[in-house]
């Protein structure tokens, strides 16, 4: 926009930036409340007028690995003493961690597997499909294909169906061909989501690499497979990052999938959190904490690469 | 000494292009047409069917049956009408606030790039696990909304009318950002002459906006409104987990349902068919539409 001149300008100018802070501040207050309840004792997470000043506690996170049951009996002095901190943090909210009746092990929620389950299948269904992409987007970018336009129609419409639509027959194929309920099947559907997105954004970055540049290298010597993998694939980069941001954050967040193809071995978290809440009061403040905790690494993710994603956006945006 | 051929010099320096190309491009098609492709085929198959999914009998052929009751079925268009309303509100809320945030920002503001950054927030997040959370804040006797706005024990969720709008709340809410980083990219692509010589004209602001402004950034705006439309036409998780009014069953709630509740495997397939169709179709209006735009 043209620079700021006349007092009007000036006073208009001053009313979007107080707009701005104000959206930003709407904006960020339901992520605010989830960080805020995720450190709250449970009989603060549903006062009114709501409680904003108050003593921190990690409480919410102690409950949300742990499996716990109902105090019937108050904890004998000895017992209460010998426990371990978060232990007394569970006692205090009037639960008990519940242990393994022989070994006298902890036993879990389950949530720190679905956070790992979601890690795993999140990561290596990105590095498949933003590699996959990328080879794919300089195939086309790059040599002669018959029907290329009609291909890359194809890819992208692989987007366009319902997930549900396709859930039915696949799930269906999986649980003729096992793949129900594994890592492996998540994986599979997460790539095969995201594939057609990588194409298309990576295609739009290695038309813009100038040909010469590997014209030279083989002039060079290189082979094409060199050319490619030293030239054409660091100036790529960028797309890359850009492409695995989005991967990542659809598969990380994905939801209908993990519900209809998982249960208990490959089940990642975002079906597990809400099945949490069941039909008594909920606890908000762990529903909180696994919330906050499942944004994090998206969130770090997309930060490390803030930049990358930005440029990347707006350049395969204006190039439509 | 045999001179060498044009094959083998190119095999001794490594592999064909014809090669590489086949060896990139292959397994991606072939990947997607044995994940989508395959199981659409297969889906087909069985809306013709009866099959359950639940039971070991045998699917029998029904021809059009499926079809032809799921059309005459009342309560399916009531569940297409509430899509259709849901997609519009949504849609429409994202593309004002979107937008609105991006005419905002598209001016000299201290801190942008962090600020930028900060609303994108909202979309990063699960949407079931968001969806969750809403609950809370919308919850009548202890949330944090109804206690900012002075609402007191407003009913969000629990009001049949209320509830599809306070969905759409949330996916404007979450997917405003999204529409607003694509109109920062086009705002940011008008050209600065043009406003140079609109102001030298004297135009208005209106004016400036109408003329120079909107037509420039509609087709960036339209691939906007086609992502939005067809995600929002698709909308399940976070109406499934925050409501379970029959005001709010969207069309891919009952599908999920059919399929994976009532296991009526081959009735749901039709049912897919028939939604596949529909945003298809869908698609396709707006794609000629944006053509149409970019060609002006």
Redesign the interface.
Known sequence: ????RTPQEKWT?RV??V??FV??AI?????Y??AA?SFKPRNL??????TVVFQPTVSPFVKLFTKRSQLRDQPSAEEYAAAPWWEQMVFDGGEKVVRNGKTGEVRSSGYGDRFTNSLIISIVSTILAVS??T??A???S??K?AGEDD?LF??L??R??????????????Y?VVGLNDTHLGLI??Y??FN??FS?WIMKGFIDEIPREYEEAALVDGY????A?FKVVLPEALTGMAATAVFCF?TA??E??FAL?MTNRNAQT???Y??SQ?GSGLPD?TV??A??LL??IP??IF??LL?NHL?RG??FG??R? | MTKLDPESRAAA???S??T??N???I???A??II??I???L??LA?SFTDFR?STNAPANFVGLQNYRDLLSDPFIWKNFSITAKYVLISVTGQVFVGFG?AM???????AK?L????????????????????K??Y?P??G?IN?FLGLDKFEWLADPDMALYAIAIVDI?MWA?FVM??S???L??VP?HL??AA?IDRASGLYTFFRITLPLVA??LM?AIIFRT?EA??T??LAY?LSSQPTTELI?IR??KM??QEWQ?GM??AL??I??IM??AI?NIYVKYLNKVKAR
């Not at chain 1, 904006?27 to 992520?31: D, S």
């Not at chain 1, 997470?45 to 709501?50: D, G």
């Not at chain 2, 994108?120 to 997040?125: E, S």
Request: aromatic share 16%; hydrophobic share 60%.
């Open positions: 926009m043209a620079g700021v100018n979007a930036i707009a701005v959206a930003l904006m960020l207050t339901p992520i409340w989830i309840t997470a549903t006062t009114i007028p709501p996959m992409g080879l794919t300089y195939g086309f790059r040599f294909v291909w194809f890819i419409s692989t366009m169906l319902p997930p549900v639509v396709v859930a039915i027959p696949m799930f269906l194929m649980r599979i559907l790539t095969a594939l057609s194409v082979t094409r497979m060199q490619f954050i990380w967040n939801y209908a209809i978290a975002p079906p959190i809400p809440v908000w529903i909180a696994g919330t499942f944004l998206v969130a997309t930060f803030r930005l956006m707006s945006a204006i439509k | 320096r490594g592999l292009d014809l590489i190309r060896l990139f491009i397994p991606t098609i990947f997607l994940f989508n395959f199981p659409l297969y889906s069985y999914a945030l905002l920002l598209n001016r000299s503001i201290p790039g600020i930028t950054t900060l609303l994108l927030l909202p979309m990063m997040l699960s949407m079931a696990v968001v969806g969750l959370f809403w809370l804040l919850d006797n202890f944090i206690y809410w950002p980083l694509l920062l990219a086009g940011s692509a600065k406003y140079e102001e087709p960036i691939i067809m036409f698709k399940f998780d987990v891919a599908l999920y399929a994976f495997t749901s397939s897919a068919y939604v596949l945003v298809v698609t």
